[in-house]
């Protein structure tokens, strides 16, 4: 398979892969993957993420180049990246992303670049690193709704979340989130999950449908209906995005954060 050797030869990480994703194999025959940069070593243990927990050893400053020659080799018109929460870092791995973004810009300028980023505690000298070189997209997801943090997002903050969101949006971004539904949220709590995210400018939603990585992971609560995923819709449609002229609701069946997942914290 072209993207898997691509990978291999690069020794580059893919989210589809860290995270179990069960689209893989279909989205690899269609030359569609999202990177995950700075490393495959998690230092935060969400409860609905397969990637591996622990203190990673080393940063990889050569890795932004190879990401970026792998962008120009698939010759990419739109490009995913994500990483592992570095929160051992000074910056949290943000001028990884910089790097990344320039580098792209400078051998692919055709391709679109949007990146799903963690909240680097909150550090807006991180964010600053980022604003250097901004990709199209700023994409952070918000995973679930606040009651389930402490199961979700232990080392995450509700409120933390929306403040990043707001900020990009404020620096001129068009901005994302993603949550995940089936992990024991209710309807209601969704809905004020959107008016949350309408308040602090977010320009696009994904929600999705929880699946269990493992059994050691967060049961999966109930699988949502068709029916469901429409009421979210009609919902962000009077509330929110008809008045950005942005929408974006799926039953996307994921396991972790990959496409408007399973994201960073």
Known sequence: MEVRNLMRNNKLNTVCEEARCPNLAECWNHRTATFMILGDTCTRSCGFCNIKVGLPTELDLDEPRRVAEAVNNLQLRHVVITSVNRDELQDGGASIFSELNRLIRETTPDCTIEILIPDFKGMEDAFEIIMQNPPDILNHNLETVPRMYHAVRPQAKYQRSLDLINWFHNRG??????????????????????????????????????????????????????????????????????????????????????AGKNGHN
């Open 173 to 258: 971004l068009k901005t994302k989130s993603g949550i995940m539904v089936g992990i024991g949220e209710t309807k209601e709590e969704v809905v004020d999950l959107m008016k949350d995210l309408v308040a602090h400018h977010c320009d696009i939603l994904t929600i999705g449908q929880y699946l269990q990585p493992t059994g050691n992971h967060l049961p999966v609560h109930r699988f949502v209906t068709p029916e469901e995923f429409a009421f979210y819709k009609t919902e962000g449609s009077k509330t929110w995005f008809q008045n950005r002229g942005i929408s974006s609701f799926g039953q996307k069946f994921l396991p972790c954060r990959s």
